[in-house]
């Protein structure tokens, strides 16, 4: 499936050092087979999207995010490498995908948005083509005629944004100095996943041949706090991959090679990620499954997702097997350990950072 990365600084970055510069750089894993076990779909090459907020506050920009997408394969996009060059910023997602639903087109590519607010979904949601009535007849007109595309992430972005208006926020509106408030976002995410949860179940009730998980991996930001979940609607089965790092600065300390620096305990730094960027495992905590994230004025919070599928006992192992099967494990990579020489490099397509200064 899919690979999804976000970056929240008190500084802004250069997007190269998320995207393009890293040995394990989200563009490298849409191409870097290695870690994915889905055979079916070894690569994340159906298109990708990079979306970011600005620092200005110039009220003619809006408050909403700049997002750049395309259906090309992240690594043989030659403007994707020359705008990462030349742009900062201190919130980013980015997304390459691997498509489960919907066909290749722009308006299927990730990050979706809508106003201020901003989505990533890495997963599937189960049964979707059985419930895309019920998300049709449950959300307002105005979030239903949102949705161009034909994915099932876009439709649970519809539905996340019915969820935050029925909560009494206007998604519509201007976010204000402190956005929406990380507390109501991450109550629209949970209604979100309950809803789904349970139109998964009265499907699987209709249809008992398929009874497969809905791997639920989603990102939301207003521009301020972000929101991310690692789920599964099961007991047994291990959610998709995620990870998240945090430092006083994220640096290159060889060409193509970084790691976290923690001078203090600041949280100056954040990311999450699909797939760890770098090769220090001391970098990256593991999100446990069915879990929520949240970050808020530089500090990461992990809730447990407490429903019928959650675990008590945190001793209790789960399967990582449907995981797998889809290519959603992502085990911490090592140094030069995953590079597929069949595969052609970035410097083959003449993308390499020097060739771009040069």
Excluded at 153 to 179: H, I, R, T, Y
Excluded at 196 to 222: G, R, Y
Excluded at 299 to 321: A, G, K
Aim: include cysteine; hydrophobic fraction near 35%; aromatic fraction near 10%.
């Amino acid at each position: 499936m899919c690979r999804f990365l976000i970056y929240k600084g008190r500084d802004p970055i250069l997007l190269a050092h998320l995207l393009t510069r890293p040995e394990h750089s989200i563009i490298n894993q849409s191409y870097d087979s290695r870690l994915r076990i889905d055979t079916r779909r070894p690569m994340n090459g159906d298109g990708f999207g990079v979306g970011f907020y600005t620092r200005d506050t110039d009220p003619e920009l809006g408050d909403g995010p700049c997002v750049f997408c395309a259906t090309t394969p992240a690594w043989n996009n030659l403007n994707l490498a020359r705008l990462a060059e030349k742009t900062k910023s201190s919130m980013v997602f980015a997304h390459v995908r691997a498509s489960t639903a919907g066909v290749l087109s722009e308006t299927n590519c990730h990050p979706f948005t809508f106003h201020s607010l901003m989505f990533m979904h890495n997963g599937q949601v189960a049964n979707f083509h059985r419930m895309k009535r019920k998300f049709a007849s449950h959300m307002k007109d105005e979030y239903f005629l949102y949705v161009q595309g034909g994915t099932d992430s876009e439709w649970a972005f519809a539905l996340f944004l019915d969820c935050l208006d029925k909560l009494g926020v206007n998604p519509c509106k201007p976010v204000g100095v402190n956005g929406f408030g990380h507390e109501v976002i991450r109550k629209a995410m949970l209604l979100t996943i309950q809803l789904i949860k349970d139109w998964s179940k009265q499907c699987a009730q209709d249809d008992v041949d398929n009874q497969e998980p809905s791997l639920l991996n989603f990102a939301v930001t207003d521009g301020h706090s972000v929101i991310v979940t690692r789920y599964i609607t099961s007991r047994t089965e291990e959610a998709a991959s995620l990870h998240f790092s945090t430092g006083s600065k994220f640096i290159e300390y060889e060409p193509g090679q970084y790691k976290m620096e923690r001078r203090d305990r600041r949280q100056d730094v954040i990311l999450v990620a699909s797939e760890p960027l770098t090769f220090e495992r001391s970098d990256w905590v593991t999100v446990p499954t069915n879990s929520i994230l949240t970050i808020n004025n530089q500090t990461v919070l992990l809730h447990p997702i407490m429903d019928e599928y959650y675990q008590i006992d945190p001793s209790v192992p789960r399967s990582s097997n449907f995981a797998a099967s889809r290519g959603l494990v992502s085990p911490i990579v090592e140094p030069q350990a995953y590079t597929n020489v069949n595969l052609p490099p970035l410097e083959r397509e003449g993308r390499r950072r020097l060739s771009l200064t040069a």
